[in-house]
């Protein structure tokens, strides 16, 4: 079965930069992109970007471009996600999810259990 | 970005109730409109895409309807394992985008 295991949580000052991991099992990794989502404590969902697994191209969301990178490791089937130049208002959890597609619709289909990241001086 | 907003943000009913949740885009998005719902700790659960289509092992009670910038999500009968939160989500753009969500509590 699919499965998205991420990193334990992590605690990070302000200014500082954090590297989250998703490591992926039960598919082939190359053939599904793989988003990852935040989540405010009390707060929705926020969508931060997306990699293809298998050419290594990102799209991330305008308001984290600059401080964001996503990359992956083929031969670990693993993604990573880092966040750079920390603010309080980061604190989130952290969550990664793999694609499925349903003819021309792509949906957000196997969730990772999330990762606590804390920014606190 | 295209800009998701659902309504209510929150709603309170009762078990047996009918609901529904609204959400509009800022742009016309055909059906690439997909709804979740979460519960507290957990992660999101894909109920409905491509507006009206069932994901595979969701209650049939669970409906979606809409295209272009109009969208709603009705749960036809509440039951009680339904109170969570729900929110829905565009895939029409690469830019990916939620709405903010809509808690549904116990009247």
């Known amino acids: 079965q699919v499965q998205m295991m991420q990193s334990g949580p992590e605690v990070r000052e302000p200014g500082a930069s954090v590297k989250v991991s998703c490591k992926a099992s039960?598919?082939?990794?190359?053939?599904?992109?793989i988003s990852w989502v935040r989540q405010a404590p009390g707060q929705g969902l926020e969508w931060m970007g997306w990699?293809?697994?298998?050419?290594?191209?990102?799209n991330y969301a305008l308001r984290l471009q600059g401080r964001v990178t996503m990359a992956t490791d083929t031969s670990t089937s693993t993604a990573f996600m880092e966040l750079r130049s920390l603010r309080s208002d980061d604190s989130a959890v952290y969550y990664c999810?793999?694609?499925?597609?349903?003819?021309?619709?792509?949906?957000?289909?196997?969730w990772g259990q999330g990762t606590l990241v804390t920014v606190s001086s | 970005d295209i800009q998701m907003t659902q309504s209510p943000s929150s709603l309170s009913a009762s078990v047996g109730d009918r609901v529904t949740i609204t959400c509009r885009a800022s742009?016309?998005?055909?059906?690439?409109l997909n709804w979740y719902q979460q519960k507290p700790g957990k992660a999101p659960k894909l109920l409905i895409y491509?507006?009206?289509s069932l994901q595979s092992g969701v209650p049939s009670r669970f409906s979606g309807s809409g295209s272009g910038t109009d969208f709603t999500l009705t749960i036809s009968s509440l039951q009680p394992e339904d109170f969570a939160t729900y929110y829905c989500?565009?895939?029409?753009?690469?830019?990916?985008?939620f709405g903010q969500g809509t808690k549904l509590d116990i009247k």
């Open positions: 999810v793999r694609e499925a597609q349903y003819h021309d619709y792509i949906v957000f289909l196997y």
């Open positions: 039960g598919y082939s990794f190359t053939d599904y992109g």
């Open positions: 990699i293809s697994a298998y050419y290594g191209n990102t």
């Open positions: 742009q016309s998005i055909s059906v690439y």
């Open positions: 491509a507006a009206s």
């Open positions: 989500q565009q895939s029409y753009s690469n830019l990916r985008t």
